[in-house]
């Protein structure tokens, strides 16, 4: 068996910014990411060398043929690329085989115990790992990074994972402001010798990390391309989890106990710990949620420098938590019907779900809502 070519560390220089708020199309925004594994400029090479870099990208997937290509792509420079599918009922298994990814299929079961079942599966070939979700692509920035981190950790052998900032575009448009860029740090690559994820925990995907965590400066970019019907489908799922998740009686005790989890536990969170408490202990109790919610991402952390799709997004953001809401005050009520034995939500572009497919009324595969974790 061929030795793969040894990982040769190489200094990271991240490219120039771009503007927050362009337009990922214009053509003023040159400096936006470039995917990995796109076609490079004639008399150019790929850095990092595909399939050298010693990690395994691990997707989530169900229904995600209009993305699985250009994720398994962007993630061309892992050695090892699985792409877990929880029974999609379109082209998804197909494309991602034919694009070079290991497929395993696997009843879904929840967004923390997918990734606890994916992160220690004997098939697993590296003990650092990189989560992706289908409708994100990692950069040649970011792949150059982390090439750069794995291949030179003499000097940083006691960081246990990494995290980065995610770019959110959303109807064409990064949301560079509602305080959604700045606060989008999420641990995405991680030693699965020293992390965990909490499989009690049905809404949510922050793992545990036992160690100190590292920062990356390159930013990941989700952009998914399903449609604005889709990311409203999903949303709805999203909301429907999160009632699920409060307590019908004890709602104080109950944020008391994240709060102090996560005091506990701050050395292993991305989060600060003032946005943790002011999340988990204060907002719960203010009236008017939705209202205070687009007040503070539109004008407060100034979404309206997004323009038309800034605004949409905080609409869309406050009556996710109006939807939030109505759905406690109905299970509180006596309508307390699980999710998961509802009908499966029709997608426009997606065939029905047979026999093969995942668990009734799952939903799509990959994180929480964008901010919601």
């Not at 998804?92 to 395993?104: D, F, N």
């Not at 009843?107 to 079942?117: D, L, M, P, V």
């Not at 409708?135 to 000097?155: K, N, Y």
């Not at 036992?210 to 952009?223: F, K």
Request: glycine residues 10%; hydrophobic residues 40%.
């Amino acid at each position: 068996m061929a030795t793969p070519p040894r990982l040769a560390p190489r200094p990271f220089r991240p490219a120039s910014r771009a503007r927050p708020g362009r337009r990922p199309g214009q053509a003023a925004r040159a400096a936006w990411p470039v995917p990995y594994g796109t076609a490079v400029p004639s008399g150019d090479t790929t850095w990092p060398v595909p399939g050298t870099v010693p990690v395994t990208t691990i997707i989530l997937a169900h229904n995600e043929a209009p993305n699985i290509v250009r994720a398994v792509r962007s993630a061309g420079w892992s050695r090892q690329i699985v792409v877990v599918d929880s029974g999609s009922a379109d082209d998804t298994v197909e494309l991602a085989h034919a694009a070079g990814a290991t497929v395993w299929r696997e009843t879904w079961r929840g967004f923390a115990g997918q990734r606890q079942w994916a992160l220690h599966h004997p098939g697993i070939a590296h003990d650092w790992v990189y989560f992706l979700d289908a409708d994100e692509w990692v950069s040649t920035d970011l792949a150059a990074e982390i090439a750069t981190t794995i291949a030179d950790r003499r000097g940083n052998a006691d960081q246990a994972a990494y995290a980065h900032r995610r770019r959110l575009v959303f109807q064409g448009r990064w949301i560079a402001h509602c305080g959604w860029y700045a606060n989008s740090w999420q641990v995405r690559l991680l030693d699965r010798r020293t992390a965990s994820f909490d499989q009690n925990v049905a809404y949510g995907e922050r793992p545990n990390v036992v160690g100190r965590i590292g920062r990356l400066s390159a930013d990941l970019v989700d952009e998914d391309q399903k449609g604005l019907a889709s990311w409203l489908h999903k949303h709805v799922r999203y909301a429907e989890l999160k009632a699920e998740s409060q307590p019908p009686r004890g709602a104080a005790r109950h944020r008391m106990a994240l709060a102090w989890t996560a005091i506990r536990h701050r050395g292993a969170s991305t989060r600060p710990l003032g946005r943790i408490i002011a999340r988990e202990l204060v907002f719960p109790l203010l009236p008017g949620r939705p209202v205070l919610l687009f007040v503070y991402l539109y004008l407060v952390r100034a979404g309206w420098r997004d323009g038309r799709s800034g605004l949409l997004f905080c609409l869309y953001h406050a009556w996710y938590e109006l939807t939030v809401g109505a759905l406690v005050r109905s299970r509180q009520g006596g309508d307390a019907t699980p999710i998961t034995s509802q009908p499966p939500l029709a997608v426009p572009g997606q065939r029905a779900a047979g026999s093969a497919g995942g668990r009734v009324g799952q939903p799509a595969a990959g994180r929480a809502p964008a901010g919601r974790a």
